[in-house]
């Protein structure tokens, strides 16, 4: 590896990278040894991997940690005696670096994912928003469309009900008799008072008798010399 591709970092980055704080200058020098642009996400999913080629490039910071127990600048200047001010290291190489270079892919890919399914859920949520006002109406429309199908199903049930009370009088037509011989006799009385002459009367007559005659057949009721003076089977008389 030439000097040309190494680059100096101050301990303090270096170390803040190995222990897992996050800073710009460690996502710089996360970038650098990755060979990628990172953000403050990607470089925290990456530095382990960082972390573990220092390691291997520098014994000094296998094992490295801290809890906290003192400040940082004391661990700081306790790691300066080991290895110095500043650090010189090279870019990931090798398998190192391919397993990095398909971690951000996967996760570079999973972000465009996101942002698709994010533009989606905006959209829908704007498409619900603009047919919300309508909800309301909808609703109401249903519930009318209920009533009314309720109305003509109970409208159909009286149809059916009715169409069975009719079955009996089907090529019926039930007739009040006495009803009908009165009506008979009321349009002979008045079509001879609107006659006048002996020829026209006596044509009225004969039509009126035979009307008569028909109706008593029909009903039993009238004997066959119903006529000027005869008495219907009612025995009520008819004549003028």
Same mark, same amino acid.
């Given at each position: 590896?030439?000097?040309?591709a190494?680059k100096?970092?101050p301990l303090e /980055? ?5 222990v897992?704080?996050?800073? *710009? +200058? ?17 470089t925290?999913l990456?530095?382990?991997?960082a972390a573990g080629?220092l390691?291997n490039? @520098? %014994?000094?910071?296998?094992n490295l940690? @801290?809890d906290?127990s003192?400040?940082w600048a $004391?661990?700081v200047?306790?790691m ?5 001010? $500043?650090v010189?290291v090279?870019?990931?190489t090798? %398998?190192s670096q +391919?397993?990095?270079?398909?971690v ?5 890919? &999973?972000a465009?994912t996101?942002k698709?399914? *994010? ?7 704007a498409r619900v928003?603009?047919l ?13 469309i ?5 109305k003509v199903?109970?409208q159909n049930a009286d149809?059916g009900a009715?169409?069975?009370?009719m079955? %009996?009088?089907?090529g019926?037509m %039930?007739?009040?008799q006495?009803?009908?011989e009165n009506i008979? &006799?009321?349009a002979?009385v008045k ?5 006048t002459?002996?020829m026209?009367?006596? =044509?009225?007559?004969a *039509? =009126?008798?035979?009307?008569a005659? +028909?109706a008593a057949?029909?009903?039993g =009721?009238?004997?066959? /010399?119903f006529?000027?003076g *005869?008495?219907?089977s009612?025995g009520d008389?008819f004549g003028?």
């Amino acid at each position: 590896m030439s000097d040309v591709a190494r680059k100096v970092f101050p301990l303090e /980055s270096v170390l803040a990278l190995l222990v897992g704080k996050e800073d *710009a +200058a460690v996502t710089e020098m996360a970038g650098f040894l990755t060979g990628r642009s990172l953000c403050c996400c990607s470089t925290a999913l990456v530095a382990p991997m960082a972390a573990g080629w220092l390691a291997n490039l @520098y %014994p000094a910071f296998i094992n490295l940690k @801290y809890d906290g127990s003192q400040p940082w600048a $004391n661990f700081v200047s306790g790691m300066r005696s080991q290895v110095g001010d $500043n650090v010189s290291v090279p870019p990931m190489t090798g %398998p190192s670096q +391919a397993m990095v270079a398909k971690v951000l892919d996967a996760m570079a890919e &999973k972000a465009e994912t996101l942002k698709v399914q *994010a533009a989606e859920i905006t959209t829908l949520q704007a498409r619900v928003e603009a047919l919300e006002p309508f909800q309301g109406k909808a609703e109401e429309q249903e519930k009318k469309i209920g009533q009314l199908e309720a109305k003509v199903k109970s409208q159909n049930a009286d149809i059916g009900a009715l169409r069975r009370e009719m079955i %009996p009088f089907q090529g019926k037509m %039930p007739v009040d008799q006495q009803e009908l011989e009165n009506i008979i &006799k009321d349009a002979i009385v008045k079509n001879l008072k609107n006659f006048t002459g002996g020829m026209a009367a006596a =044509g009225v007559v004969a *039509a =009126g008798e035979a009307v008569a005659e +028909a109706a008593a057949e029909e009903s039993g =009721g009238v004997p066959d /010399s119903f006529g000027f003076g *005869a008495s219907g089977s009612d025995g009520d008389g008819f004549g003028f």
